[in-house]
């Protein structure tokens, strides 16, 4: 994608500056990618848990993610385009009692949804819904684990014993009725902001966590209840934030819209 | 050796009644457990009520080529299991569940029980070898519908079904093992989780669905 | 015709036995479920309160709904702590019911809860404890139900993953399973549970503090508190009863990590439920060992007023980390059974390391008797006493001192002269160049203030009566206390 301006610019070398500016402009929206979003680079993702004939490293094709979650300002644009999804005419199947439950109104966010604060009170079918109307997609599991290893200074913050106390900290730090804008912290290594410390987000995948119920068992899911999942053990006991993160996604059901719980969306190259 | 056929089938038909009785008597004694929409007795037209699967938009085809969507499934309950044909461990005892639960109907319930069965595993599971499945596994070619879709599709069912599922290294799938009812509007009514389970439950759930 | 005969029969038969094996089946699966009447809630209560002792005589349905709420609260003064609770505090509520009981248990996680969570009581039997049916996501409630087989006291905690970090943030609780005939009445039922804190800080760091997985992982906590936080149960929240009352305390440990030692500091378990079980009880028990995720049940009557401390009797948590709380009983003394202190005298043992020339054998002395007019002769007797005690250190037993170091006393002319500056020097010490019959000393003296005013003067009465001083002129402690005015010390008291 980059030898493309570097052709135009060695034939175009003995023109007038006009053309190198030109292209240089071009080089720079070409690695910007598109709006807001950042560019996630190929990598590895360590899957928290695992069963014998797994991988332990699943390779995850670089794409493009939101720098930001998904703000109120943004699905308020995405309800006035399908009414459909607004609170009073959403299908129950589609979403549960509390969808947009911090909204004044259908159209109304109101001052305990903040425009420039994250969407929450949302289904997986909506964030679904809303990634889909922009032409994007829900990150899955192993892409957004991959963006959110990075600390603010390396793309591998797993060994930063303060990257994971930092994660920690947020579960201590209770939960504000109203949350605050995106964007207030330091970008990751990758560029994106509040993967950690904000909400929890939806991802495509997030029924993939095989736990039956009792995640207190480090995870050693039930022959019973799932095929195929033979005796799955925890990778690495010690990351806590992953396991909670985990353990979260695996509470969820599809309709459900919680108070902390949001979204981003991810596209491919 | 007539006569004896005879009074073997009237013994077989006798007992039979004896035994629909005995059922429904204890359909009044053991609670029915309703994990959703309450059961409504279907109206001859079932509208895509607010909880109704069949609002879904996706396409699928079935094992026989045919396109459909889900609400083509409306009008009969319906029993529904997500699998994968290269499933060598749970999915053949699941499918016994189902027929299991078939061969506790009526073959006038039969008639009027839906069994649809939809494959997690796009890549392998097309119309084709759905078909030859249902040949392996002598699936009853009436009421039982094999579909393949888009894998977008497959992960907006089993989010609306609540099934977990993650495709592993090898192509198998790691999956929940859930049965689930659905009435003839498309709401879930009953879902049995686990292997070679007690189907009681779900039998009697489909024959009150009959019934009304 | 016979084959045939019997080969529809044995089909019949068979055909028969199958659908018999059906029917006994159905109704195996509808086998009597225990005599249930009626439907109650659940009276749940905050430590150290406990819901009253169930009266019925029957297996009840039992409601519980118990909400997890996340929220700051006080770990100690000063300290504020993000606290993971079941029912807004730690412990979380007190939950009594009957042996067989049926219990329906509504579990509801708040909507402004970051964390998902479930419960494992251990008074339920079944997968989990019930946590493999009680995983709720916030915003949400689940439902699930079970008999109460076993009488007893259980823990019951959050089994979310990471388990530590659940209970390590005060998910824990007690509920208390009566048996069928219930438990003998007391007056005072107390509800107290133990449990380890971890926090980034060090004990008593001011502000928010939060959770140090490492310490955690590492089994060094921070705080080992009562009812999560320090003085939960100490100055006015502490526990009350009066004398003759029968107290009860519920005690359970959370853990995490750390076994409880549970002991109450003056008084003894009168019965004791060893491991919260019916089936064994104990008497006259002293400290009882309760492993984490454990319960006890000590009953005690109080005969003594006072302040009785409960500790874990691993000492330093008591002391260094909070876990200590005071029952107060009030109500008349009982001096048979404890006096009180009887007598506080002073005492002197026998030198503990060996000093030269010291021969006469040390009496204690008696308790001085206050007496304005004194004759000569007793004080005489007494300042010997108090001479044998105190000065013959430096200044000899025969009063004769240390060549060259310590002045002598016997036929000293400073101390037969000098009587008010040999009284000043007694009461606030004495140093520079001294000479006392022609011999120079140049020497420290150091000061006695704690001697009475009478003692002061019945020593000097001896001295000066001694080894061939007289003096028939007593000293009198009116002179002391004249010359003691406003006398700041001259020299530093080594005994302050």
């Known amino acids: ?269 | 050796m007539k006569k004896t056929k005879l009074s073997f089938a009237l013994a077989t038909a006798l007992l039979m009644t004896a035994r629909l009785s005995q059922a429904s008597e204890l359909g009044t004694n053991t609670p029915v457990r309703s994990c959703c929409a309450a059961m409504e007795t279907p109206g001859s037209v079932p509208a895509y009520t607010d909880k109704s699967l069949y609002q879904v938009e996706s396409t699928w085809t079935t094992d026989t080529g045919k396109a459909m969507k889900l609400g083509s499934l409306a009008g009969k309950p319906q029993v529904i299991l997500m699998f994968f044909s290269k499933c060598t461990s749970a999915c053949p005892i699941l499918m016994n569940d189902l027929k299991r639960i078939s061969a506790a109907l009526t073959p006038q319930e039969r008639t009027q029980v839906g069994f649809t069965m939809v494959s997690f595993d796009t890549d392998h599971d097309t119309p084709l070898a759905l078909a030859e499945y249902r040949q392996t596994w002598d699936l009853p070619v009436r009421n039982w519908t094999l579909l393949s879709g888009r894998q977008d599709d497959v992960l907006e069912l089993a989010a609306l079904l609540g099934v977990k599922y993650k495709a592993a290294a090898d192509g198998q799938f790691a999956h929940s093992n859930a049965i689930t009812v659905l009435n003839a509007k498309g709401e879930i009514v009953h879902q049995q989780v686990g292997l070679n389970e007690d189907i009681s439950e779900t039998v009697q759930t489909l024959i009150k669905l009959v019934k009304n | 015709m016979k084959a045939k005969m019997v080969k529809t029969l044995g089909a019949l038969g068979l055909f028969l036995a199958a659908s018999g094996v059906w029917t006994t089946k159905s109704e195996a699966q509808s086998a009597p479920a225990p005599e249930i009447a009626g439907v109650e809630n659940a009276v749940l209560t905050d430590a150290p309160n406990v819901p009253p002792p169930i009266t019925r005589k029957y297996a009840t349905k039992v409601i519980v709904d118990l909400e997890v709420q996340e929220l700051t609260k006080r770990l100690a003064d000063g300290v504020d702590y993000v606290f993971w609770t079941f029912g807004g505090s730690v412990p979380g509520k007190f939950i009594r019911i009957r042996e067989g009981d049926e219990v329906e248990f509504h579990l509801h996680n708040h909507q402004d809860n970051k964390m998902p969570h479930n419960i494992d009581l251990h008074a339920v039997t079944g997968p989990g404890g019930g946590a493999a049916s009680s995983f709720t996501a916030p915003g949400h409630s689940s439902q699930f139900s079970f008999e109460a087989l076993n009488p007893g006291l259980y823990v019951y905690h959050c089994a979310t993953a990471p388990v530590g970090m659940h209970i390590g943030n005060g998910m824990y609780g007690l509920i208390l399973v009566e048996p069928k005939e219930g438990l003998p009445p007391v007056d005072h039922e107390y509800y107290v549970m133990q449990g380890e804190f971890y926090t980034a800080g060090k004990y008593g760091d001011q502000g928010l503090q939060t959770f140090d997985m490492d310490k955690a992982v590492d089994e060094r906590p921070t705080y080992v508190v009562f009812n999560g936080a320090v003085g939960s149960l100490t100055g006015d929240n502490a526990l009350t009863a009066n004398v003759g009352d029968t107290v009860r305390i519920y005690f359970g440990n959370g853990g995490p990590n750390l076994a409880s030692s549970f002991h109450v500091i003056g008084d003894q378990f009168d019965t004791l439920y060893q491991d919260g079980t019916m089936t064994n009880q104990l008497h006259d028990v002293q400290t009882t060992l309760v492993p984490p995720g454990s319960a006890v049940i000590v009953d005690f009557k109080v005969k003594v007023p006072g302040n009785y401390t409960l500790v874990d009797h691993s000492i330093f948590r008591a002391f260094n980390k909070g876990a200590a709380g005071t029952l107060t009983v009030t109500g008349p003394e009982n001096p048979i059974i404890y006096s009180g202190k009887q007598a506080d005298t002073i005492y002197a043992g026998k030198p503990l390391a060996e000093t030269p020339a010291i021969s006469s054998a040390l009496q204690p002395i008696k308790p001085e008797a206050p007496s304005l007019n004194t004759a000569l002769s007793e004080q005489y007797t007494r300042g010997k006493q108090i001479y044998l005690q105190t000065c013959f250190v430096c200044h000899q037993p025969n009063g004769l001192g240390v060549a060259g170091q310590i002045p002598p006393l016997a036929k000293s002319n400073v101390l037969m002269n000098d009587k008010t500056g040999a009284i000043r020097g007694v009461l606030q010490g004495r140093s520079g160049e001294l000479t006392v019959n022609g011999k120079k000393y140049n020497g420290i003296m150091i000061p006695f203030p704690k001697l009475t005013d009478q003692q002061v003067a019945d020593v000097m009465t001896y001295v000066r009566n001694s080894w061939g001083n007289s003096d028939s002129n007593s000293v009198t402690a009116g002179e002391v206390k004249d010359l003691r005015r406003g006398v700041p010390a001259l020299v530093a008291n080594p005994f302050e």
Not at chain 1, 45 to 60: G, I, T
Not at chain 1, 201 to 214: C, H, K, P, Q, T
Request: glycine share 6%; proline share 7%.
């Open chain 1, 1 to 269: 994608m980059q030898e493309k301006p570097n052709l135009h610019c060695r034939a175009a070398r003995l023109r007038s500056c006009w053309w190198i500016a030109g292209c240089l402009m071009l080089a720079l929206a070409a690695k910007a990618g598109p709006a807001n979003m950042v560019l996630i680079p190929n990598g590895l993702y360590h899957p928290l848990f695992l069963s014998a004939n797994d991988l332990k490293e699943v390779p995850v094709k670089s794409f493009y993610l939101d720098a930001f979650p998904v703000t109120v300002k943004d699905f308020l644009e995405f309800l006035r385009a399908n009414p459909r999804w607004q609170r009073s005419r959403v299908k129950r199947i589609f979403a549960d009692e509390s969808y947009l439950n911090n909204w004044a109104g259908d159209l109304d966010p109101g001052t305990n949804a903040p425009a420039s604060s994250p969407v929450t009170y949302v289904s997986w079918f909506a964030a679904k819904a809303y990634a889909e109307w922009k032409g994007k997609r829900l990150p899955t599991v192993a892409e957004w684990e991959y963006a959110a290893s990075a600390s603010a200074t390396r793309p591998d913050g797993e060994s930063d014993p303060r990257f994971k106390a930092e994660i920690l900290q947020w579960y201590s730090t209770p939960t504000p009725l109203v949350l605050p804008a995106v964007g207030a912290d330091t970008a990751n290594f990758f560029g994106a902001h509040n993967l950690h410390g904000l909400v929890w987000e939806w991802v495509a995948d997030f029924n993939s966590a095989l736990i039956a119920g009792d995640p207190g068992s480090n995870g050693v899911s039930e022959r019973r209840f799932f095929c195929g999942a033979g005796s799955q053990g925890a990778r690495e006991v010690d990351d806590y934030p992953a396991f909670m993160r985990y353990a979260f996604r695996s509470s969820l059901k599809a309709d459900y819209c919680v108070h902390n719980l949001g979204f981003r969306c991810a596209r491919d190259l």
